[in-house]
């Protein structure tokens, strides 16, 4: 089993819906959890961060962890075209800062 | 990318020679990471450092080796170059486990021929 899973996609929305991103970890020590977006040929650029259960909310951007289940959400409300790249999870696993695969999305006009 | 640097941002080599990648901070994180990343496996971890000569190896670290003499600067060496290496390379830090400051590299592409 992989540390952190994700569902490659694509996952495709029209503009302005809610699009849904989730990630599955498997070590339950796990403290920090992280979102990526990637565009093609750039470095990951952080744009959110979660370690407590519950929600978080930054903009169009909410994160919501749940540890029990070990599992960790972004939600894109309002999405643009501009949205469409690839959503990296990331999880800090016995210090090392560990991804998912990514799900690329991408969000047709 | 604020705080954090590549070098060389391209390179082309051979098969067999040794390669010294360079990432340099300014942002004084404990930590840092070197990836690579490839189609279809997204960011696997090479080795991390988690201090001044504290390192250990990630999830791909056979025919890498790394160093840390200073907070600034994390060096990633392939001791000889093969073809299966060639990738994207990217460093990253954090400055702690509760911290949101986390920052990538703007990536090396190494070609080994």
């Known amino acids: 089993q992989k540390e952190v899973e994700q569902n490659s996609g694509p996952l495709s929305v029209p503009e302005g819906a809610i699009a849904s991103l989730n990630c599955t970890y498997s070590?339950?020590?796990?403290?920090?959890f992280f979102w990526y977006r990637q565009y093609s040929g750039k470095s990951p650029e952080l744009i959110m961060f979660?370690?407590?259960?519950g929600d978080k909310e930054d903009g169009r951007f909410t994160a919501q962890l749940n540890k029990a289940s070990q599992y960790v959400s972004l939600l894109i409300r309002d999405s643009q075209p501009s949205d469409s790249a690839t959503y990296l999870c990331?999880?800090?696993?016995?210090?090392?800062?560990?991804f998912g695969t990514g799900t690329r999305l991408l969000v047709s006009p | 990318d604020a705080g954090i640097t590549q070098s060389p941002r391209h390179k082309v080599t051979e098969t067999g020679t040794p390669v010294t990648l360079r990432c340099h901070q300014t942002e004084n994180h404990r930590y840092m990471y070197w990836y690579r990343q490839d189609p279809g496996h997204g960011l696997r971890l090479i080795h991390y450092?988690?201090?001044?000569?504290?390192?250990d190896k990630g999830e791909v670290s056979d025919g890498y080796s790394v160093s840390r003499s200073k907070t600034e600067d994390f060096l990633l060496t392939l001791e000889s170059a093969t073809s299966s290496q060639t990738s994207v390379y990217f460093c990253?830090?954090?400055?702690?486990?509760?911290?949101?400051?986390?920052?990538f590299g703007p990536g090396t592409r190494l070609t080994v021929l």
């Open positions: 070590d339950r020590g796990s403290q920090s």
């Open positions: 990331a999880v800090i696993s016995f210090q090392k800062l560990v």
């Open positions: 450092s988690y201090g001044v000569k504290d390192t």
């Open positions: 990253a830090t954090l400055g702690g486990y509760n911290a949101d400051t986390q920052y």
């Open positions: 979660i370690y407590s259960n």
